[in-house]
């Protein structure tokens, strides 16, 4: 069975202060996808970035950037220098493969990291 | 370009009613995916739509069933409502890929917030 946890329910840092949000999933496919999501006060859930299992090349977009190693089963996001604008709750979900290696869409999601940035 | 709307924005009903959801997909999208977000939790996935069918189905009673109209938009509708059904209602939209069987990223709708009294 899928399954994606995250551990930290809620983490506060003070602003520019670096944050990393942990990812730990587990799958028994081969080919697979990893998502991140930012849900705002406002409830709309935002994409962040989607990788697919054979690419573990880290990622790096702006402040934000993501740490995947298979080996470990993680998925982590980093935000440098975190701003008031960060505070939300962040969700990290998994999808399996379709037919053709794409993914299915049919997410499954951790429960989430409340993120509060204190100015 | 429009994203995905939703509508209502908020309802409320009482238990043993039944409620329709809408939802628009972004432009050039054709399949419409439904979350269910409980309060503190992270979305669970109700079914996916494609092609006016349904596709992907997840952990859902019978009671929540959906339609998808050719124009891609879709209803959710859940029958007999019960108190624990009271959530976010999330609707998500993506494209078909051309290869068929599975999808580009999917962009969510602001939700529909219910609740049952």
């Known amino acids: 069975a899928q399954k994606v946890t995250q551990a930290q329910t809620e983490i506060s840092v003070v602003e520019k202060e670096d944050v990393t949000l942990d990812c730990v999933y587990e799958?028994?496919?081969?080919?697979?996808?990893l998502f991140w999501y930012k849900q705002p006060p406002s409830g709309e859930l935002v994409f962040l970035i989607r990788?697919?299992?054979?690419?573990?090349q880290n990622e790096i977009s702006g402040r934000y950037s993501w740490n995947f190693q298979k080996s470990t089963s993680s998925f982590n996001f980093t935000i440098t220098a975190s701003q008031v604008v960060d505070s939300a709750v962040y969700f990290c979900?998994?999808?399996?493969?379709?037919?053709?290696?794409?993914?299915?869409?049919?997410?499954?999601f951790g429960t989430g990291t409340l993120l509060a940035v204190q100015p | 370009d429009a994203g995905v709307t939703q509508s209502p924005t908020h309802l409320i009903k009482t238990r043993g009613q039944q409620v329709t959801l809408r939802c628009s997909p972004k432009?050039?999208?054709?399949?419409v995916s439904w979350y269910q977000q409980a309060l503190g939790q992270g979305p669970q996935f109700i079914f996916q739509y494609y092609e006016e069918e349904e596709r992907q189905r997840g952990n859902f009673p019978d009671r929540f069933s959906g339609h998808q109209f050719p124009n891609y938009s879709s209803e959710l509708n859940v029958n007999a409502l019960l108190l624990g059904d009271s959530a976010l209602y999330l609707c998500?939209?993506?494209?078909?890929?051309?290869?068929?069987?599975?999808?580009?990223?999917?962009?969510f709708g602001p939700g529909t917030r219910l609740t049952v009294l």
């Open positions: 979900a998994l999808s399996e493969a379709g037919f053709y290696g794409g993914a299915t869409n049919k997410l499954i």
């Open positions: 432009s050039g999208h054709d399949t």
């Open positions: 990788r697919n299992s054979f690419d573990e």
């Open positions: 998500a939209s993506s494209r078909q890929q051309s290869s068929g069987g599975s999808t580009d990223t999917q962009y």
């Open positions: 799958t028994r496919d081969t080919t697979y996808y």
